[in-house]
């Protein structure tokens, strides 16, 4: 199944629902774009992030709460019935409680997180960061497992501009979360794992 999938038609969530379960989707502008779920390390690194900021900014223990801090939220917004970041922030004073139950999230994140892997990187990297832009997402911030590294830009009338790019060893304190220092270098574990299976396993046809 290619990332991108071509219909007829506008997507609906019907097409998601029609999904095999190792798989998950989003629909943007009426295209669905279709990926398989996470693997370990994506999943770790996500984990990792949602902990980081979650306990200071959104529970106020050693930060400054005003924030909800979700992983992989169910959004839904004009032209994206059906969008899910990695990670997701939101200020209080704009999403002053959680939708009703069972509802989707309807209001665009201040912030995100994107965790960049082999079959999502051209769709984050293009589709999904412009999109962004479009619909006014303050601060962006792009994980790149393979070179160890975080990119973090900021929206200002209407453009992303970079604010800085940090490596695998680096503590930093990123916005809009400067308040605490993260240490980068705790986010790499069992990378050096991945890329060896990933390199025995080339040439091998894909399951």
Same mark, same amino acid.
């Given at each position: 199944m290619p990332i991108a999938e071509k219909l007829v038609r506008p997507a609906t969530l019907e097409d998601l629902e029609k999904l095999p379960l190792t798989w998950r989707g989003e629909i943007i502008d009426g295209t669905l774009y279709a990926f398989r779920r996470?693997?370990?390390v994506?999943? *770790? %690194?996500e @984990? !990792? %992030?949602t902990a980081d900021l979650k306990n200071p900014f959104q529970r106020g223990r050693g930060g400054p709460g005003g924030w909800w801090i979700l992983p992989e939220p169910g959004i839904q917004l004009p032209r994206a019935p059906e969008l899910s970041p990695d990670v997701?922030? $939101?200020r209080r004073e704009r999403m002053a409680r959680p939708p009703a139950r069972e509802s989707a999230i309807a209001v665009v994140p201040d912030w995100i997180c994107e %965790? !960049? =892997?082999r079959s999502t990187a051209s769709y984050d990297n293009l589709v999904k960061r412009r999109f962004y832009s479009e619909i006014g997402v303050g601060w962006l911030w792009v994980v790149d497992p393979r070179d160890r590294s975080l990119?973090? =830009?900021q929206l200002v009338d209407g453009k992303w501009? #970079? !604010?800085g790019l940090y490596g695998e060893d680096e503590k930093v304190r990123a916005a809009p979360f400067e308040a605490v220092e993260i240490d980068? =270098? #705790? @986010? $790499? #574990?069992?990378? *050096? *794992?991945d890329n060896q299976n990933e390199n025995e396993g080339k040439g091998e046809a894909s399951p």
């Open positions: 996470p693997r370990f994506h999943a *770790d %690194i @984990g !990792l %992030i997701a922030g $939101w %965790i !960049l =892997s990119r973090v =830009s501009v #970079e !604010l980068l =270098s #705790e @986010g $790499w #574990e069992g990378l *050096d *794992d």
